[in-house]
């Protein structure tokens, strides 16, 4: 008798339908009746108990894999789901390694705020007046139709961040359980986003031209409510939309004007790629989700959201004056660093900087036989022939910190193969360095396993 059919036994699963049995059993797990390994009754079990068709206990158990409260192991039953923590992003405390994976900008290329503080002092704000300040909203409405163009529907608002935009966005669109579509491999932010917010990601794969018609395709015939698409830059891999890719997954969400697509173009200004979009001129739910915290640093945590007007209407009223709104003074300040010549070079350079360093890189990787592209963002997607985990161990043998592809995975079999380094603040010595150590490690992999 396991621990779950003990437990069971003194307070059962109840229910008629898929539906009343599934709900019984999160009532179980939410009580801690049941905890995370338990095992629940083989379906045969359960339905004699019930009284119910077999089916009936089959698409339960569905269900509720599908929400994610319990986990199928073949031969090893039915369990209760153990959640594992998503991995975040940021530097590792107190660690005396080299770190290369923390996926942060360079601060010494972040511009300095000091100057731009002493133009804020003007009229106070109050309760009730509009979330977006009228001079960012001037600023953002024409940095957004630059590329994105006109359009009849098009309306601004601003939040705390890409992640706060994305939280807000799903709050409104989506319920608990409904799936959403993330790339595969997955920014971590996206894909902790939707998990804590109780969503069910659905994989679609990236390659060199950016999220695959097929994936897509495969995650609306799923039923996925909203989809998240990454424009240029995808983190992890660097990957950017062509041209051609983007008409073709336009093309295709033309059947789905409804579903919510939304473009998070985190890289935006510091980006060498030009931004272009899957967001069609007739679909009727969308947003574009732009940034200042990559080029202006991460304190100065605010982004603008375009949308359309009903999308946009939702959005603000989850912000108000208040604990959930955004400061007019944090607005005020991006406008004016965003409108100072000297600011806008220092991000050109930064943006040159981090182009020339993964550039670098990845000449030396390829110099030691490790095939490498040079994509566009903070890091580098290095493909390996071994596992990337085992590499990453003997790397720290070696006095470095790097991530493995595996973090970044939702369904794909390519990124444990992979790692994703942070090399742009390494000088030409230490990169050719790393590149060599991670030659090393490879080979003492493939020697030992």
């Not at 898929?18 to 359960?46: F, K, M, N, Y």
């Not at 359309?308 to 955004?326: F, Y």
């Amino acid at each position: 008798m396991t621990i779950g059919d003990t437990r069971l036994t003194l307070e059962p699963i109840g229910g008629e339908t898929a539906a009343e049995i599934a709900e019984s059993v999160r009532a179980l797990i939410d009580r801690g009746t049941l905890t995370p390994g338990d095992i629940l009754p083989p379906v045969r079990s359960l339905a004699e108990q019930l009284g119910v068709n077999r089916n009936t206990v089959v698409a339960a158990y569905r269900l509720l894999n599908q929400a994610g409260a319990v986990e199928t192991r073949g031969r090893g039953g039915t369990r209760v789901a153990i959640r594992a923590a998503v991995p975040l992003e940021g530097y590792a405390p107190d660690s005396v390694l080299r770190d290369v994976a923390n996926g942060n900008p360079d601060p010494a290329l972040i511009p300095d705020l000091s100057p731009a503080l002493a133009t804020l002092a003007g009229r106070p704000v109050l309760y009730g007046e509009p979330t977006i300040d009228p001079s960012l909203e001037r600023w953002a409405h024409a940095w957004i139709t630059r590329d994105l163009g006109t359009r009849d529907d098009l309306r601004l608002t601003v939040t705390g961040g890409a992640v706060d935009a994305l939280e807000r966005l799903f709050a409104d669109a989506l319920a608990r359980d409904d799936l959403v579509g993330l790339e595969d491999p997955c920014f971590l932010s996206a894909l902790r986003t939707v998990r804590v917010g109780g969503y069910r990601p659905h994989a679609i794969p990236v390659d060199d031209e950016g999220m695959t018609v097929v994936g897509l395709r495969a995650a609306l015939a799923a039923g996925v409510r909203a989809i998240v698409c990454t424009p240029r830059a995808h983190n992890p891999t660097g990957a950017s939309l062509t041209p051609e890719r983007a008409a073709a997954l336009r093309e295709v969400l033309a059947e789905h004007p409804h579903v919510l697509v939304i473009e998070d173009d985190h890289f935006s200004l510091l980006s060498r790629r030009p931004y272009v979009s899957i967001i069609g001129p007739e679909h009727r739910r969308w947003a574009l989700i732009r940034s200042v915290s990559k080029f202006l640093g991460p304190d100065l945590c605010l982004a603008v959201t375009a949308s359309d007007a009903e999308t946009a209407a939702r959005l603000a009223e989850r912000l108000s004056p208040g604990s959930t709104w955004v400061s007019h003074l944090l607005q005020r300040l991006v406008v004016a660093l965003v409108v100072d010549d000297d600011v806008m070079a220092a991000v050109e350079h930064a943006a040159e900087h981090y182009r020339e360093r993964n550039a670098a890189f990845a000449e030396h990787a390829r110099a030691v036989g490790l095939p490498c592209r040079a994509g566009d963002g903070l890091s580098l997607w290095l493909p390996l022939p071994a596992p990337a985990r085992a590499v990453t161990e003997q790397l720290m043998r070696r006095g470095w910190l790097a991530r493995p592809g595996d973090d970044f995975l939702l369904a794909g079999e390519a990124a444990p193969r992979h790692l994703r380094l942070t090399v742009h603040d390494l000088s030409d010595e230490d990169a050719a360095r790393l590149a060599a150590d991670i030659a090393a490690a490879v080979d003492t992999v493939l020697r030992t396993t």
